[in-house]
Structure formats: structure tokens, C-alpha cells
């Protein structure tokens, strides 16, 4: 079970440091809180795409 939950907590972090890799992202330039959730949702569907391009 700890090996389980250890893994997921891998992979969010992983996530998360992607995510930070985004400079947009890292530094916060949107000042509301709903344009910076619009900014990690834009990133993270970019950064899931990478997985389904040149796969062929």
C-alpha cells in the first residue's frame, strides 16, 4: 500500500515540476486567480500532448 501511494506522489510531483517548467506558469504574471488556473490548464493539456505527437 505505501509503495502504491508513494508512486502517485511521484508522479504528481513529476507533474507539478513540469508544470513549473512553464515560465508563465513559474512566475505568476496573472494577477487573478482564474486566468492563472486558464495558464496551468493551457500547460498541462500542452505538456499531455507531447505523449500523442510523433508516436506513429
Do not use: C, P, W
Request: aromatic share 10%; charged share 20%.
Amino acid at each position: 500500500m505505501d509503495g502504491f501511494i508513494y508512486g502517485l506522489r511521484n508522479r504528481i510531483e513529476r507533474g507539478i515540476g513540469q508544470l513549473k517548467s512553464a515560465r508563465r506558469v513559474a512566475t505568476r504574471y496573472n494577477k487573478t486567480a482564474s486566468s492563472f488556473l486558464g495558464f496551468v490548464q493551457l500547460t498541462a493539456i500542452r505538456l499531455s500532448l507531447r505523449h500523442y505527437v510523433n508516436i506513429a
